[in-house]
Every structure is written in C-alpha cells, then in structure tokens.
C-alpha cells in the first residue's frame, strides 16, 4: 500500500503494475462568511451580470450568468484571485470535473431542474423546516426551499470560490434577507460532517437535497456518512442524479446497492426521466 502521512482527508490506492496510484488529497471544510455589499466583486457581480430565470409554475427563481461572473474574475484587478482559482483553471480546460480539485459547481447539471420541478410539483411543505443543499453549485435548490419558507438553509459545496462567487451572489440577487437564513460551507464530505456535526437531534436537517453527486463511487462513504450524522430521524433526503456516470463510474444503480448493503437507509424511486439519458429521483429515509 502506497501512503503519504497527511491524515485523514487523502485517498489512497494500491498500487498494482497494471495501475497508477491516485492520491488526492481534499480539501478541509470551512465555513465562509458571505462578503459585504462592499466588496469590489461582488458589486461588480450584482451590477453586471445578466440575470437568467428558472420558472415553474408559481416559482420564480434568479441565478447570474456564468459566464458574467467567470469574465469578472478573469479581469479582476486583484492579481492573487486570477492565479489562484480553480474554477477558472476548470473553466479554461474546459473541465467539468477535476477530482478533489474542482467538483463540478460551476454549471447547473440537469438533475437541479428534476428536482426543482419535482419539488414544485409535488408541493414539498418546506415551511419552518431546516434545508441542507448539498453539493449545491447555483444553489437553486437550496433558495427555491428559502422561497418555500424554509427556517434554515446551509449551502455545501467542495469549492470555496463556487460559494463566493455564484452560490451567494444568487442568494443575495433572489431576496438579500435570505442571507439571514442561511450559512454556506465548503471543503470535502468527510470533514464537512465533522465540522458541523449536532449531536442535537434539533439542529439536524429535515430535508437534505443533493444532485449530480454521486458520480464518484470513492466518495460514497463520506456521502452517506453526511446523511447518517446530519439527517432527523424523521427527516427525507431527496437524491437527483444519473443512474449512470460514464467515463467515472458512479451513478443511481450503484448508490442504490451501497445503501442496501449499509441497511441503514430506505429508498423508493419517486420520479424517473422519460427522455435522454436515464435519471432518477430517490426519496431517502432512515430505514
Ligand atoms: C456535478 S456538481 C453538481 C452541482 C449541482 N448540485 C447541480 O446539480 O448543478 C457536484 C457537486 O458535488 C459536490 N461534491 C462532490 N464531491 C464532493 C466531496 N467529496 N466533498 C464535498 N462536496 C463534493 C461539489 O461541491 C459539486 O458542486
């Protein structure tokens, strides 16, 4: 076995004659404070960039263009954020995922708009009830639960600059109050769930919301770890993703086998895609 001593956060693989060893080391989790309306980027953020619409039904949702907050960043005057961001490193390489480095949050992937209609459609009673939206990109999950009346929503995502600079901007452009019902973490599952951690059954998620992110089987672990440590025992994890995630190898099929194999969650299958590539909407609850 191949080790490096850097603690807990590091991958490791056998290395084998026939493959490379991949060590990845993950980033800690931290929480980030959103910045104040005086920021130059942000400013910058809220008065320049195109704002595009998600509408269903009664429900309208903002999030800034993309590409908008990208060129503000590659032209922004401070030195420091133009050679130190990941997403622009991604964005250049034209790369939706770069393992442990950049985790996808960049783009809104398809599953977001299953699950933002399936919660529309299925009148999901958010009210007074505490949100996790995890591995939330836009964050349009986690804002469409704030517009429900959610209590409480926390915001994951692996890479802090997402948070920064498109998760917090959409949250302040959908209603800026909602930036007092809300808190945003960053950094990997593993330390994520140890950082915020409640021992007290209250301060647990009614709801957990997560799409697009099960395609990497070597984070299944610490995925379901964040479930069993941060769910009510009477709470729902509502799941959106691909039953399969070619070129990585994850997908719906396999998560469902490891949660059967754990035996501590129950899944039922409550919405499948009837076009293009098969995806699905699992409802997750302790078993
Ligand atoms: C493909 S993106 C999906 C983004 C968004 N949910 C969507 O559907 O548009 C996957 C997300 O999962 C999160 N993620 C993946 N692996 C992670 C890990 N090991 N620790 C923390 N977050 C992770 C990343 O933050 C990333 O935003």
Not at 113 to 141: P, R, W
Not at 189 to 212: A, C, P
Not at 231 to 240: C, P, Q, R, S, V
Not at 270 to 284: A, M, P, Y
Request: a negative charge; one cysteine or more.
């Amino acid at each position: 076995m191949f080790k490096f001593n850097f603690g807990d956060n590091i991958d490791e693989k056998e290395e084998t004659p026939s493959s490379k060893v991949t060590t990845h080391v993950w980033l800690k989790s931290e929480q980030i404070e959103p910045a104040t309306e005086n920021d130059a980027i942000l400013k910058d953020i809220i008065s320049n960039c195109e704002e595009n619409t998600f509408q269903y039904k009664s429900q309208v949702l903002k999030y800034f263009s993309t590409v908008d907050i990208l060129n503000i960043l590659r032209t922004s005057d401070e030195c420091s954020l133009k050679n130190n961001l990941s997403v622009l490193d991604a964005d250049n390489d034209h790369s939706d995922l770069q393992t442990a480095i950049y985790e996808g949050g960049l783009k809104i992937w398809e599953c977001t708009y299953d699950l933002l209609q399936y919660i529309v459609n299925n009148n999901l009673n958010l009210k007074n009830k505490q949100t996790l939206d995890l591995g939330c990109g836009s964050g349009l999950i986690g804002i469409l639960s704030l517009v429900e009346n959610a209590s409480f929503c926390t915001f994951q995502d692996y890479n802090a600059e997402i948070l920064k600079y498109i998760t917090i901007p959409n949250v302040i452009l959908n209603n800026d109050a909602y930036l007092n019902k809300s808190n945003f973490y960053s950094g990997d599952w593993n330390s994520f769930v140890d950082l915020i951690n409640h021992d007290n059954e209250e301060k647990k998620f009614d709801y957990i919301f997560t799409s697009e992110t099960i395609y990497n089987i070597d984070c299944y672990e610490k995925l379901h770890e964040v479930f069993q440590k941060l769910l009510k025992k009477d709470g729902e994890i509502y799941l959106a993703a691909k039953s399969y995630y070619f070129g990585v190898g994850g997908g719906i099929t396999s998560f469902k086998e490891f949660m059967e194999q754990k035996k501590i969650f129950q899944y039922k299958t409550c919405w499948t895609s009837s076009d293009g590539l098969k995806r699905e909407i699992l409802k997750i609850s302790f078993s």
